[in-house]
């Protein structure tokens, strides 16, 4: 068996196993290749795949326009969240966190 085939097995059990099999998107590669090997599954079993998006407030305008093409995706349930939590900042000198839709933050 290929990756690709064991891939679509794994998920098959999953959704056997589950009520519901959320996929964790960021929009990067690795989670879009995921995410479609999951439509593939739930497509042929008749489910959806409820999608979570957690928005750090930092993608490119070509990531939002993926980001909403994905939306469109028939099988999806896709959930886009934005909350203020701390994140490690390896961008600046002067703030070792960074707290992406931190209220006070413009």
């Not at 068996?1 to 959320?22: A, P």
């Not at 909403?68 to 900042?89: A, D």
Request: hydrophobic share 40%; net charge negative.
């Amino acid at each position: 068996m290929n990756v690709f085939q064991d891939s679509l097995e794994k998920y098959r059990y999953l959704y056997q196993m589950y009520d519901e099999v959320w996929c964790s998107f960021s929009a990067g590669k690795d989670s879009t290749v995921m995410l479609y090997l999951q439509i593939m599954v739930a497509k042929e079993l008749g489910r959806k795949v409820p999608v979570i998006f957690a928005d750090l407030e930092h993608a490119t305008p070509d990531t939002h326009n993926f980001i909403e093409h994905i939306k469109t995706i028939p099988e999806i349930e896709f959930h886009h969240i934005c909350v203020p939590i701390k994140e490690r900042n390896a961008n600046c000198k002067n703030s070792l966190w960074w707290y992406p839709w931190h209220p006070a933050e413009k």
